[in-house]
């Protein structure tokens, strides 16, 4: 439901962030709880008037996110407009090292599923609004954060206070409440930017995404519905300037030849957008009765598709911990409750950063050593046995135990 002036301000949680992973924390709460939880969602950004005809960002969920998905009652809603992933190729522009990674030899039904951003969170505001105990207030921003030991005092832009257990930030890379909070964040750049669009080709993708490394930068093609791609080309930010510069006639031109013809000619561009490309990391995940997640935790590069899929699984241990707190009739937002989730999600958030770090280094190096074992690496994930694939492809997939 839509908050207003005269709703009641005291809440058992506020989510600062409405975007996919303050949205997913809030409903996953609502089901895992029974609406048994009031909830406040704090958005700054005011509601899109109509979705865009030609939505250029994408989400690619991994398979363990789809099944983290259904187990909230979301993933019914969202797969009817999924593009199921069914084959990855992975190759090295420029020498001989390639892998294919395919559901059936895995034995999943699909590796993972490429959704419309503006889609799914359009869905996710109706599930919002059909909710029973989650109040959204939007345009709205905390600008007053006043914590004492039982209970937090909010401050919002519109003059409205709000008091709760529980303070959640998931407001983005640059999140305003870390910084009221002086809670520090460690920046990385990786001297890299992305173009991100939408295209068609003349052969259909078959449910085929394309993961190829250049020495500016891995380039990524993902399936959409309608025989479209969703296309995420990493360079070195000068070049990004150039290419972004360019009509559509040579972008395709110049995008035809960074991938080559495995989905034969591109035919079409939609819209480009163009971001740069930096690891953002709050360095602390908890504090006195707050929490992190999502893009406000960390910011990741776009190699391999690990954002969303890291934060979904940051959220969802924190609903599991959360909706425990609950059902026991403990205190959500006590310290002892935050530091098992900071002990829970820091190994596979340490693991998922180093290993991103990996390979945008890695694959971005023009030694000939490390081209040499990098592509030795991809050949041995076509040959090498099953049981010596499987924890990188567990992490690939989001295949994770206890979650």
Partial sequence: MNATSSSALAFDLVIAGAAMSGATLALALEHLTHSGLKIALIESAAPEKKQPEDDTHSIALAFGSCLLLNKIGLWEALSPHSTPITKIHVSDKGH???????????????????????KAEQIYLETINKAKNISLFRPALITEIHREIQETTLTLNT???????????????????????????VEHDFHQSAIIANITTSKPHQNQAFERFTEQGPLAFLPLSQNRSSVVWCMTPSQATKIESLDDAGFIDALQKEFGWRLGKILQTGKRALYPLCLRQSAQLISHR????????????????QGFNLALRDVMTLAQNIAHSYENKFDIGEMVRLQAYRKQREPDRNATVCMISQLVYGFSNASPLLTFFRNMGLIGMSVCPKTMRDPFLKRATGRFKGL
């Fill in 96 to 118: 001989w090292g390639f892998t294919n990674i395919q559901a059936s030899t895995e034995n999943l039904p699909f590796l993972g599923g490429v959704i419309a951003l503006s």
């Fill in 159 to 185: 003059g409205q206070t709000i008091k709760t257990k529980l303070l959640v930030a998931a407001d983005g890379g640059r999140s305003s409440c870390c910084a009221l909070l002086k809670i520090p964040r």
């Fill in 290 to 305: 707050f929490a992190v997640v999502g893009n406000a935790a960390q910011t990741l590069h776009p190699i391999a598709g």
